[in-house]
Nanobody, 123 residues
């Protein structure tokens, strides 16, 4: 049974940083595509970043240069380092996984989802 559990969300001021974590069971990070997504109230879920089994990464244009996705295969943990946060980054953040060979932060590709962690950025 696959379980993804996010942590690390919170409230910060604009310009601040947060690091999100996603611990997994039933999923082997070394062989899966992993991704971070976010959803603000009244908006569709959008892709933030993804990391493939070989470690290659993809980012949404809105977060390039500010966010970094990484993983620790030994710990089966996914991370999202978020720097220079903006109020528009406020959302519920989710980690997700799928096993297909391609790996892009497209919500429709992902099969397994965590429950989310809230990030709130104040101006």
């Amino acid at each position: 049974q696959v379980q993804l559990v996010e942590s690390g969300g919170g409230a910060v001021q604009a310009g601040g940083s947060l690091r999100l974590s996603c611990a997994a069971s039933g999923v082997t990070y070394s062989t899966y595509c992993m991704g971070w997504f976010r959803q603000a109230p009244g908006k569709e879920r959008e892709g933030v970043a993804s990391i493939a089994s070989d470690g290659s990464t993809s980012y949404a244009d809105s977060v390039k240069g500010r966010f970094t996705i990484s993983k620790d295969n030994a710990k089966n943990t996914l991370y999202l380092q978020m720097n220079s946060l903006k109020p528009e980054d406020t959302a519920m953040y989710y980690c997700a996984a799928h096993w297909a060979s391609w790996c892009y932060p497209r919500p429709r590709d992902f099969v397994y989802w965590g429950q989310g962690t809230q990030v709130t950025v104040s101006s």
